[in-house]
């Protein structure tokens, strides 16, 4: 409980140790805040933490896998032993189901088609996997005086655009477990807003945009810095910020 008097803000990121999650972690690192590296691999976290401590930042690793309720508690013991609290929540893990291939090569995503086994995988990462980190965090969030959580959602879920005929996912195969399991994010974004809004906490969903990652065989146009940009922006919200919202870089996204 050494560190419990620091003054920096904590901040814990799901699934950081590379893409959107390294870089919104370097980001906010170099606004002051302590980074907690949630990582599967505790290697991998280790690694990418060490890099950016020698960039001049404050991180360390945290072993976090989303699927393992255990290990989400697990990490909540570790944070508060060493810092007391949390402040800044940032579940960024998620998965496609599909493997490193573009979305025009994802045609296991069909929904006539589409393995029940890979949409569960996919909605337990993606959805599940929030709940059971968001609610071992909570109680520490709850001692931060201005705590934010920030689901990382994509354009992918919104049903508006999903929906339009002439809009920007037409000529993608239609999907039954990437897409949906996004538009649920959405929705619970709203319900955990809805709950926590009296206390404080300002929970919204980012969409980063399309963003060069290995989720999508590098095939994005933006780079991880551009696409953790609205991470950060919403993780550092001030108290009259929006809460229960989807928003892009742009501005807020269409449901």
Same mark, same amino acid.
């Given at each position: 409980?050494?560190?419990?008097?620091?003054?920096?803000?904590?901040?814990?990121?799901?699934?950081?140790?590379?893409?959107?999650?390294?870089?919104?972690?370097?980001?906010?690192?170099?606004?002051?805040?302590? %980074?907690?590296?949630?990582?599967?691999?505790?290697?991998?976290?280790?690694?990418?933490?060490?890099?950016?401590?020698?960039?001049?930042?404050?991180?360390?690793? %945290?072993?976090?896998?989303?699927?393992?309720?255990?290990?989400?508690?697990?990490?909540?013991?570790?944070?508060?032993?060493?810092?007391?609290?949390?402040?800044?929540?940032?579940?960024?893990?998620?998965i496609t189901g599909s493997g490193q291939v573009t979305p025009t090569d994802a045609h296991d995503q069909v929904p006539s088609s589409v393995?029940?086994?890979?949409?569960?995988?996919?909605?337990?990462?993606?959805?599940?996997?929030?709940?059971?980190?968001?609610?071992?965090?909570?109680?520490?969030?709850?001692?931060?005086?201005?705590?934010?959580?920030?689901?990382?959602?994509?354009?992918?879920?919104?049903?508006?655009?999903?929906?339009?005929?002439?809009?920007?996912?037409?000529?993608?195969?239609?999907?039954?477990?990437?897409?949906?399991?996004?538009?649920?994010?959405?929705a619970l974004t709203v319900q955990y807003a809805n709950e926590l809004r009296k206390d404080g906490i300002l929970v919204n969903a980012a969409?980063?945009?399309? %963003?060069?990652?290995?989720?999508?065989?590098?095939?994005?146009?933006?780079?991880?810095?551009?696409?953790?940009?609205?991470?950060?922006?919403?993780?550092?919200?001030?108290?009259?910020?929006?809460?229960?919202?989807?928003?892009s870089e742009g501005g807020p996204m269409p449901w």
């Amino acid at each position: 409980m050494s560190e419990h008097a620091t003054h920096r803000k904590i901040a814990l990121i799901t699934g950081a140790n590379k893409g959107i999650g390294r870089a919104a972690a370097g980001q906010l690192a170099e606004l002051g805040m302590t %980074v907690l590296i949630g990582a599967r691999d505790p290697r991998r976290g280790e690694e990418a933490a060490a890099a950016l401590r020698a960039a001049g930042g404050d991180a360390h690793a %945290v072993t976090l896998d989303v699927t393992d309720p255990a290990t989400a508690r697990a990490a909540a013991e570790q944070v508060e032993e060493r810092f007391g609290h949390l402040d800044v929540l940032v579940n960024n893990a998620g998965i496609t189901g599909s493997g490193q291939v573009t979305p025009t090569d994802a045609h296991d995503q069909v929904p006539s088609s589409v393995d029940l086994g890979m949409v569960r995988v996919v909605f337990e990462t993606n959805v599940l996997g929030v709940i059971a980190v968001t609610n071992a965090m909570l109680p520490l969030l709850r001692r931060s005086p201005a705590p934010r959580i920030v689901n990382v959602s994509s354009a992918a879920g919104s049903l508006t655009l999903n929906s339009n005929p002439d809009g920007p996912f037409t000529a993608l195969p239609a999907s039954a477990a990437y897409s949906p399991s996004k538009t649920a994010l959405n929705a619970l974004t709203v319900q955990y807003a809805n709950e926590l809004r009296k206390d404080g906490i300002l929970v919204n969903a980012a969409d980063p945009g399309y %963003v060069d990652t290995e989720i999508n065989n590098h095939s994005g146009f933006l780079t991880t810095a551009q696409g953790a940009a609205i991470l950060v922006r919403l993780a550092t919200l001030g108290a009259d910020g929006p809460t229960g919202g989807f928003f892009s870089e742009g501005g807020p996204m269409p449901w």
